[in-house]
């Protein structure tokens, strides 16, 4: 078992356009469900984006389909940063890019539960010459809460709920809109979570995140 932190930026826009390999991450927020909406219809829509990784993915939380010659993940947004100082009860911070016609789900939150968050990033390995998993939750250990899955609550300082979207704009070099989405979450002492990170497509490690009541961990 390793420990962070993590200080992951991603390039989004090898979604958009398939690129020259670089060393760079590229990660999709897969699925996010809670905040007291209708998990049936939150958040309202996904979409396909690029994705330059080859093989099948040992996460099973990400799908990877053909669209035309190219392949495809549907998410929900774009994750262009992701940290965390490795502490069990240190918060976790994202960055994303999602719809505009999301953003009426995501704005005016205030029930902080995070019953799932779903996410998987890739990376080049300029020396082997592929494609390797970055980082995706690997969930419970033995039973202490959901597999695959990142399972707390969003953060609050005061009555100020650290969940943000912002109004849609363009991004990069692209007429394309999207809004941005920081939100931090935190352990709800009842689930803990286990991630995986890669080095390289040989090496890695599993860093443990959350703590729950009545145990030693």
Known sequence: MGDGPLNISCDWQQTLQQR?????????????????????????????FYTPFEGTPNYKGVEITKVGAKNAIRCVGLITGLQ?????????????????????DFTGVTNTELKKLTFWMCEWDSAKGQW???????????????????????????????FHVQEPEP????????????????????????????????????YGWGYQEGSAK
């Open 171 to 206: 991004v990069g070099v692209t007429d394309i809109k999207f809004c941005r989405l920081d939100f931090q979450v935190i352990p709800d002492k009842k689930n803990l979570c286990n991630f995986h990170f890669g080095h390289n497509a040989e090496g890695k490690d599993v």
């Open 132 to 162: 390797y998993e970055k980082c995706f939750p690997l969930g419970a250990e033995s039973g202490q809460g959901t597999p695959d899955t990142l399972v707390g609550r969003i953060n609050q300082k005061g009555s100020e709920v650290m």
């Open 84 to 104: 965390w100082e490795g502490g069990k009860l240190d918060p976790i911070d994202f960055s994303v890019l999602i719809s505009p016609e999301n953003k009426p």
């Open 20 to 48: 020259p390999q670089k060393n760079i991450p590229v990660g999709y927020l897969l699925d996010i469900k809670g905040l007291g909406r209708d998990d049936s219809a939150f958040p309202k829509s996904t979409s396909n």
